[in-house]
């Protein structure tokens, strides 16, 4: 089977975004791994996010205080089955769950910056993102994630 994964002319005609990616990453996850919160405060990032094997919830939290939507969330199914991608502009904190062992490939707008790189707790009560496993597996990154109350946030 062979099909177009990313084509930049219809990308940008379908969401008016026409982002310059500058950075591919791999993201391989047994099922039930989560992670997330994850954003950039400097430089931050715009990710277009596709599943290449298995399926994911995948999470957007809106960070710009500006923005009429902060701090709320929306939350997609992607799956190597239904080829649907998300988009996450910058400015938002991007988070997955693994709904089976998967490899996620991210497109990103800016380079990473581990130094710029934070985490808000995934379960904070003040997002209230309902994610789909109530025990999901953690790494020492995601469990020392900050609550939103304290997160450095972007303007």
Known sequence: MVFESYNRKVFSEATGVDPH???????ISKQNVLRGIHYQ???????????????????????????PRFGKW???????????MAW???GFGHGLLALSD???LYKMTELWMP?????IVWNDKSIGI????????????????K????AELFA
Do not use: C, M, Y
């Open 88 to 90: 996450i502009p910058p």
């Open 130 to 145: 309902r994610w789909p496993v109530a025990k999901p597996v953690l790494s020492a990154k995601d469990q020392a994630g």
């Open 74 to 84: 929306v939350g997609f199914h992607l799956s190597e089955a239904n080829r649907k």
């Open 21 to 27: 990616f500058v950075q591919d990453n791999r993201s």
């Open 41 to 67: 405060v400097v430089k931050p990032q715009g990710k277009l996010v596709q599943v290449l094997r298995g399926e994911i919830f995948d999470v957007a939290v809106d960070l710009r205080r500006s923005s």
């Open 102 to 104: 998967v490899d996620v």
């Open 147 to 150: 609550p939103f109350a304290e």
């Open 115 to 119: 130094q710029h790189d934070r985490t």
